[in-house]
C-alpha cells in the first residue's frame, strides 16, 4: 500500500526558532498534499493546500508568511514553522494523494511542542 | 459543496457489544466518503470509504459502512467491539477533485470490558 512518510514524529523548539518537517510518499508521486493542524481532542484543520512546483494555497486566517510550505518534487512537501511561539504547539499531519486518485494517505504527524 | 457531521462526540461500549458511529454528509454531488481511525499521537489510517460504487462497504478490522441516500448517512458498524477499537474516529468528505477532505468533529470510542 502507499506509505507517507513525516518527520520528526515528535520536536521540541525554544520560542523564536524555525522548525522544518518534511513529510515523503514513499512508493507513489503525490500530485498534492494537505497540511492539517490538530488541537488536543479536536478534529483536522486543514492549513493549506500544496502541488508540486507551484505555491501552496492557504485556508483562510493561515498566516502564510508563518508557515511556509515547499512542494520541490512528487514525493516531498516541507512545512516550516518560522519563529515558533507556544501557540503554535500542536500535532501537524500532512497527507498526500495519487495522480487520479481520490484517497488520501497520511504521514503519521508530528507532535510540536515550543517551549 | 461538502459537509459532513458526525453525531455524538463521544461513545462508550463493552466488549462484545455493537460499535455503531454516526454521519451525516450533505452534499450537491454523488459523494466521496471516508471512515478513518487515529490512535493517541499517530496519524490516521483508513477504515474504508465509499466512492458510487456498493452502497454496503467493508473495511479492515471488522467495520463496515452503509451509504443511505434517503437519509444522506454514512454511519460505521461493527458487530463486536474489541479492547483494540479504542480510538478517535473520523469521518471525512471529499470537497474537490484535488483531495481536499472535510472532516467531521470526531467521535472518541471508549471499550469497557
Known amino acids: 500500500g502507499a506509505v507517507v512518510s513525516q518527520h520528526p514524529s515528535w520536536v521540541i523548539c525554544k520560542s523564536g526558532t524555525s522548525v522544518k518537517i518534511e513529510c515523503r510518499s514513499l512508493?507513489?508521486?503525490?500530485?498534492?498534499m494537505f497540511w492539517y493542524r490538530q488541537f488536543p481532542k479536536q478534529s483536522l484543520m486543514l492549513m493549506a493546500t500544496s502541488n508540486e512546483g507551484s505555491k501552496a494555497t492557504y485556508e483562510q486566517g493561515v498566516e502564510k508568511d508563518k508557515f511556509l510550505i515547499n512542494h520541490a518534487s512528487l514525493t516531498l512537501s516541507t512545512l516550516t514553522v518560522t519563529s515558533a511561539h507556544p501557540e503554535d504547539s500542536s500535532f501537524y499531519i500532512c497527507?498526500?494523494?495519487?495522480?487520479?486518485?481520490?484517497?488520501?494517505?497520511f504521514g503519521q504527524g508530528t507532535r510540536l511542542t515550543v517551549v | 459543496a461538502q459537509s459532513v457531521t458526525q453525531l455524538g462526540s463521544h461513545v462508550s461500549v463493552s466488549e462484545g457489544a455493537l460499535v455503531l458511529l454516526r454521519c451525516n454528509y450533505s452534499s450537491s454531488v454523488p459523494p466521496y466518503l471516508f471512515w478513518y481511525v487515529q490512535y493517541p499521537n499517530q496519524g490516521l489510517q483508513l477504515l474504508l470509504k465509499?466512492?458510487?460504487?456498493?452502497?454496503l462497504v467493508k473495511g479492515i478490522n471488522g467495520f463496515e459502512a452503509e451509504f443511505k441516500k434517503s437519509e444522506t448517512s454514512f454511519h460505521l458498524t461493527k458487530p463486536s467491539a474489541h479492547m483494540s477499537d479504542a480510538a478517535e474516529y473520523f469521518c471525512?468528505?471529499?470537497?474537490?477533485?484535488?483531495?481536499?477532505?472535510?472532516f467531521g468533529a470526531g467521535t472518541q470510542v471508549v471499550v469497557t470490558p
Open positions: 471525512a468528505g471529499l470537497t474537490d477533485s484535488w483531495g481536499k477532505l472535510q
Open positions: 497527507s498526500a494523494h495519487r495522480i487520479r486518485n481520490t484517497e488520501a494517505f
Open positions: 512508493d507513489f508521486q503525490a500530485t498534492t
Open positions: 465509499y466512492t458510487s460504487a456498493a452502497t
